[in-house]
Structure formats: structure tokens, C-alpha cells
């Protein structure tokens, strides 16, 4: 039987051992700042490329094809979805799932299709310019607004304004992050959730809610999560329902959505999806305590292989990032200590004297994480808190910091 050929497009590798466990041959287009020679040298090929640049993308997947042909196409990686889906509809092989993620990809287009039909309502304007956006504010009161680009990632520009008078700096900071209009929302108050979801043929499954931790406002970079969520019945149900509808309306086909949510007084509400797994190793944490493999699962629906069987390992698991900011470091110490300590899973420390770190504006610019696993959430948590506190890190403060 001919090893089964797959095309990636990006991705920070953790895939690659998923498709070296099932003996599936891969090739990848990877942008620059991301190549890697120890991933070089398992592909069949390798491309290092703006694979943004969709013209170039499907020259070269065709080129590809044609010479050693594909099985499946599959990102897991925001800029990838797109053009991983336009290369499966073009090369007509498994893979294309393009309506989904134009509709997540544009958060605008995705509050619109909302809206039309009644589900998890949220007030919001696509604004031009500042002005745009200070008579959206006051049309909602005057209220605080959420203002992010349209089609960003990783917490990139997300900023809250709650008066007219931090509008203009705060618009300028989001206006940084993107070259169209700003994406301004009101802002969701209640506790903050994720979900992961697998969908295999179009069925959806909901496989775990993620609880998450944020800095403090006016941003929302995320410093920890934890799985499985503490919700009670009524919640989980809640937030259960509304995801399967989302799913569906988005035609959702194969593979995973990562959705954030809050949880308000009047119910869930979706803050925004993307249709691949959860970053920050959140897919990890679910793999922790679910046994779901994600993108394992995704491949195999792809490729028509046999779907692995799940097993579990732990009951919860928690992550908590190193997020310090407008920092110099002067000296890092207890790191042996930490990735020792009860339920370390894994303990990835990126700090060092004489680091000079600015302001933590998207989660690029966290500097590692520990993971842990305990018996249920809160110890889970704990001892997430705990390693990450034995990791001593002696900084000197330079400015204050930004917005």
C-alpha cells in the first residue's frame, strides 16, 4: 500500500510527530521566522515562503502535486487555514473546509451571519476611523468598547476603551495591528471560556471547555488556562448548545474549531473562533485530559485511516505562561526546582539575564510556560502556580507600561 502524502501549510511542528506516529509521508510550505532544519529534513518537501501570498502558494501546490501527489491538505495555524483550503479545492483532494474559515477569519463577516440569525447577539461596527467608532460608543450608552482588527490573531491589537478620552490612544494602539478597518464591540462582561470542538463529516463533537486568565484590562493576552472548566449544569449545557449551532452554521466540516467565549448575565456569548486547534498547548491540555487527539483525529478523517482510540492521562491540567513586561531581567534561578516539583509536566523558560522585554502586547511576546496536570482543576492549578513561582526572576523595572 503507497504511505499516504499530506501538504501542510505552516505550523509550529507539534503536527509533524502526530503524522510521523501514523507513518504519513508529509510535505510543508513554512514561513521564515519558523523554518526549522530538523523539519526540513523529514519533509518530502519544503518550501520557506510567505504562504500568505496565495498565487505563489498555489503555483507551488500544483508544481507538488503533479510530481509526487497529495493524499490531503491541513493547517492548524491562523494564516495557514485559508490557503490550506484553497489548495485542497484547487488540487480537489480532501482538506477544503474554505466556507468556515472565511466566515471565522473575518470576525466582521462572522458578527453579521450571527446577527442574521439570532444567535449569541452582539452590539458592533466596522469602523473607518476613530470617529467611527466614538459614535459607536455612544450609541451604546456611552459604554466601554472591545476594539480589535478584523482579521488578527494571537491577541494582536486587542484593546479595551471604556471613555471617549482613552479612545483615541487606544484606537491607535489597535490601528498598529492591521491595515484595514477596526473591529470595535461592546464589551462582554463574565468570566472567559474557550471550546474545542472536533467536527469529522460535518457531526460535531464538543470535546472539553477550557477556563482562561487574561492580564489585566485595557488588554487580553492570556497567561494561563485550565481543562476541564468548573461550570455548573445549566452552563455547560448553555454553552454546549450554542456551539453546536455555530458549528453548523458555519458549515463546519473536518477538523477543529477553537471558540472563545464569555460567559454573561444573559448567556454565552462568542467573543471569536478559528477552525483549527487551541494554541498557548491548549490542544495538549485536551489531549491531557480527554484523550482526544485533535489533529491526529483530523488527519485520519482526512485520509481514511482507522481513528485512534482515546485514552486519558490525567483529570485536569493546567498551563501558566511567564509574562513579565517593561522589564529588565537581572537573573533567573530555580528552574531545576520547578521542573521538578509535583505534576510538571513540561516547563519551557524562555528568560535570561540581561533580556531587556517591552511591553506584552500579543502572546509572542510571553517568554515560556509551565504545565501541570493534577487530580482535578483546582490542584491542577496550584501546582501550575506553584512551579511557575519557584522559577525566581529577579527584574528591575524601566518604564511603566503601555496600554
Known sequence: ???KHVLLVGGPGSELDKLDGLGVRYSMMQLPE?????HRARAARYAVMDYRELDEVLALARDWHS???????????????????????????????????????????????LDRHGLSPVRH????????????????????????PRDGGLSEGVCLAETELQLQERWEFTRRA????????????????????????GRHEIV?????????????VEVGHRIPARLDDASRTAIEELITDFLTLIDQKDGPVHTELRLTASGPRI?????RVGGDQIWELCELVSGADLMTETFTALLGLPRPERRPTAPAAAIRFFAYEEVSVVGVDGIPQAESAPGVVRLDCRL????????????????????????????????????HDLVRVEVAQFQEAAP
Open 34 to 38: 519558523r523554518a526549522s532544519a530538523h
Open 178 to 201: 492591521t491595515q484595514g478597518p477596526v473591529l470595535a464591540e461592546e464589551f462582554l462582561v463574565g468570566p472567559e471560556f474557550s471550546v474545542e470542538s472536533l467536527s469529522l463529516g
Open 271 to 275: 467573543v471569536e473562533a478559528q477552525t
Open 1 to 3: 500500500m503507497t504511505q
Open 67 to 113: 510530481a509526487d501527489p497529495f493524499d490531503a491538505v491541513a493547517s492548524f495555524t491562523e494564516y495557514g487555514l485559508y490557503p490550506a483550503s484553497q489548495c485542497a479545492r484547487a488540487l480537489g483532494i480532501p482538506g477544503d473546509n474554505l466556507r468556515a474559515v472565511e466566515l471565522t477569519r473575518d470576525k466582521s463577516k462572522c458578527r453579521e451571519l
Open 125 to 148: 461596527r466596522l469602523c473607518e476611523n476613530v470617529e467611527d467608532a466614538r459614535r459607536f460608543m455612544r450609541e451604546l450608552g456611552p459604554a466601554p468598547v472591545v476594539l480589535k
Open 208 to 220: 472539553a471547555v477550557t477556563e482562561k486568565e487574561t492580564t489585566q484590562l485595557p488588554r487580553f
Open 352 to 387: 535570561g539575564a540581561g533580556q531587556t522585554l517591552g511591553p506584552l502586547a500579543s502572546s509572542t511576546d510571553r517568554q515560556g510556560y509551565v504545565l501541570c496536570t493534577g487530580e482535578n482543576t483546582g490542584a491542577a492549578v496550584a501546582r501550575a502556580e506553584r512551579a
